[in-house]
């Protein structure tokens, strides 16, 4: 399975995705990149982590759109009744990755070098895209939840394939965009943000909402909680509100820690924001129990 939008794809990526499948009896194959550090921010902030966090696997990139997999793999996705839903839309990947996972596909990762496709400005058309990603992330974790519930920390990812150093494209971020975006979603969102968000982190976002530009800074346990908390409301319909509601009124908040992760990283090259976001991952697991406590204390 390749994106469509691909202009680095080479004949040794389709080896690099079968062979693993063909001569080692993987499942399921993800793609292991070289990528801009603000290319793939639904990845970084969000899919990477919590497919760390929850189902204890360091799975670089849990929705990038090429994978290689078995035909036991295939036969196991087709008898899934999800083809009229958003999982088959923008959720295909983070789906398939999570199936793999919770179902006990042996898996793996192979090194596809740099990936250059249709950039895009991360604060710029992602809506729908994350809307049905994220949606299909907390779907699962309903799904899915006597999985991670119990499991207790990570382990990373067999690698095929080699590492080497790429130059990947660079990409343009409006920061200040971004920024705005979240500032109008206070005043579009804050009745479902107050409903939704523990008190303590509903202050501090309205405290982040009124920093300069230059300044500007969501720090990442509050990331993680206010992402924590959105699941948990999601799970719960927090305020009467629909999983659609709740979704939409994520993306300022997202848009935040975006612009926040370009303030902490524009001096750094690659792999040191790479180490940023490793590190990120890190604070997903160690703040995991502050989910596990609400989701189980809530029904």
């Known amino acids: 399975m ?19 499948v063909l001569m080692k009896d993987f ?12 290319d793939g921010t639904i990845t970084n902030m969000i899919a990477y982590p919590l497919t760390w966090v929850l189902y204890g696997r360091r799975v670089r990139q849990p929705i990038g759109g090429d994978f290689g997999f078995s035909l036991a793999f295939v036969k196991s996705l087709l008898e899934k009744d999800v083809w009229e839903t958003d999982i088959a839309r923008f959720g295909i ?22 990936k250059i496709h249709d950039d895009k400005d991360p604060g710029k058309d992602l809506s729908p895209m994350f809307v049905q990603v994220v949606g299909t992330i907390f779907s699962l974790m309903e799904i899915y939840h006597e999985n991670w519930l119990r499991v207790k920390g990570s382990r990373p990812t ?6 080497s150093e790429f130059a990947p494209n660079p990409i343009d ?10 500032q109008e979603g206070l005043l579009r969102y804050q009745h479902i943000w107050e409903k939704v968000l523990e008190k303590e982190n509903f202050r ?25 908390d959105f ?10 509100f629909s999983s659609a509601e709740i979704i939409e009124a ?30 990120q991952c890190g604070v997903f697991e160690s703040l995991k129990p502050y989910l596990v406590e609400a989701w189980t204390s809530q029904g």
């Open 27 to 38: 499942g399921f194959v993800t793609p292991y990149y070289c990528r801009h550090k603000y």
């Open 231 to 240: 699941s948990i409301a999601y799970k719960n319909r927090n305020g009467g």
């Open 93 to 114: 990947d983070i789906w398939m990755t999570t199936v793999a996972i919770c179902e006990k596909f042996k898996i793996c990762q192979s090194f596809l070098g740099a």
């Open 158 to 163: 067999a690698i095929f394939g080699f590492e």
């Open 204 to 228: 501090k976002i309205q405290e982040v909402a009124k920093m300069e530009v230059s300044h500007f800074e969501l720090p990442v346990e509050l990331w993680v909680k206010s992402l924590y």
């Open 250 to 279: 994520l993306v300022p908040i997202y848009y935040a820690k975006t612009a926040s992760f370009v303030n902490r990283t524009q001096s750094l090259d690659t792999s040191q924001a790479e180490e940023a976001i490793r590190k």
């Open 173 to 182: 971020v409006d920061q200040g965009n971004m920024i705005r975006k979240f």
């Open 2 to 20: 390749l994106d469509s939008d691909l202009r680095s794809i080479s004949p040794e990526w389709i080896e690099l995705l079968l062979a693993p």
